[in-house]
């Protein structure tokens, strides 16, 4: 007589011949290009806990977006080759297997904040949007656009676009002339619509 254990096992046998319960594999292709079912990777399963490798292949493994919609609206990462996935397929099928997400030990994350959401290459170039401060930051390592609330920053580390125009309208301000007959000065109605302009820029820029 069959234990309650071995009944089950035949029972799922019955039901579900071809299931399969969510895998780790290693990324050994990616696939790149516009087109239907091009977000995928191939890839290679992986022992549980040792992570050795099988010679278990799934070619073509779509990837699980973050975000999709239609006319190929979406945000898309494809996984590098090397980097360890969680292999999940729809229904237990093995017909059907999807990547859904990174395998949370095997990468670093950099830094981030509650309310953020951070897009980066690890290697300086950051993308930051943050909630809390209604801030989008793009940080290319070297130079910077930030928009924040109802201004907007560009800078480069030692210089920024406010400090370079303001600085331009100040030396418009204080411009004089040499040589004969006598030495001029910009007008007064000059110098107020100047004064104007610094005003307006500290509305939209910043340093």
């Not at 011949?17 to 890839?43: F, M, Q, S, T």
């Not at 109802?150 to 309208?169: E, P, V």
Request: aromatic share 8%.
């Amino acid at each position: 007589m069959k234990s309650g254990q071995e009944f089950l096992a035949s029972l799922l046998n019955a039901l579900l011949p071809n299931r399969a319960a969510p895998v780790l594999a290693k990324v050994i292709k990616a696939y790149e290009g516009a087109g239907a079912n091009k977000y995928a990777c191939d890839v290679q399963v992986l022992t549980a806990g040792t992570l050795e490798e099988t010679d278990q292949i799934i070619a073509e493994v779509p990837i699980s977006p973050i975000w999709a919609g239609k006319k190929k609206r979406g945000v898309y990462a494809i996984p590098p080759a090397g980097q360890i996935v969680i292999v999940s397929f729809i229904g237990w099928n093995v017909a059907f297997p999807f990547i859904a997400g990174v395998w949370a030990d095997e990468y670093e994350a950099d830094d981030f904040k509650a309310g953020q959401f951070v897009i980066t290459d690890g290697d300086g170039l950051k993308i930051i949007a943050d909630s809390e401060e209604k801030k989008i930051t793009i940080d290319t390592g070297k130079a910077q656009v930030i928009v924040n609330g109802d201004k907007i920053a560009i800078k480069n580390g030692s210089k920024s676009l406010f400090t370079i125009l303001d600085t331009h309208i100040q030396n418009l301000i204080g411009m004089t002339t040499t040589g004969a007959p006598v030495k001029h000065v910009v007008d007064p109605a000059s110098i107020q619509k100047f004064m104007q302009d610094k005003q307006d820029l500290a509305l939209v820029l910043e340093a």
